[in-house]
Nanobody, 118 residues
Framework: QVQLVESGGGLVQPGGSLRLSCAAS????????MGWYRQAPGKQRELVAS??????????NYADSVKGRFTISRDNAKNTVYLQMNSLKSDDTAVYYC?????????WGQGTQVTVSS
């Protein structure tokens, strides 16, 4: 059973950067395609970035709203997925979660709050 613990959120000014981490327990972590999701107040949870392993190698996908600003990566040796967020905007304010992708199949962690405000 994979358990997920997110960290790295905080308060940042518009234009700033944050790096989120998701630590996963379980020896089979490397077998899962993973993603970062976010849920803003009053909105549904959405997938913003995913990292997929295929025959041709690793592929990353991004929502249009974060493309060019966010970068997802993973370190299987550390059972960790990262989300580097640059040029942050107020619209990026949300609780960020990681889970399997493109469908979330594991219990949700507590998430990490990202607040972009001046």
């Amino acid at each position: 059973q994979v358990q997920l613990v997110e960290s790295g959120g905080g308060l940042v000014q518009p234009g700033g950067s944050l790096r989120l981490s998701c630590a996963a327990s379980g020896s089979i972590f490397r077998l899962y395609d993973m993603g970062w999701y976010r849920q803003a107040p009053g909105k549904q949870r959405e997938l913003v970035a995913s990292i997929i392993s295929g025959i041709s190698g690793i592929r990353t996908n991004y929502a249009d709203s974060v493309k060019g600003r966010f970068t997802i990566s993973r370190d299987n040796a550390k059972n960790t997925v990262y989300l580097q967020m640059n040029s942050l905007k107020s619209d990026d304010t949300a609780v960020y979660y990681c889970n399997t992708a493109p469908l979330a199949s594991r219990p949700w962690g507590q998430g990490t709050q990202v607040t972009v405000s001046s």
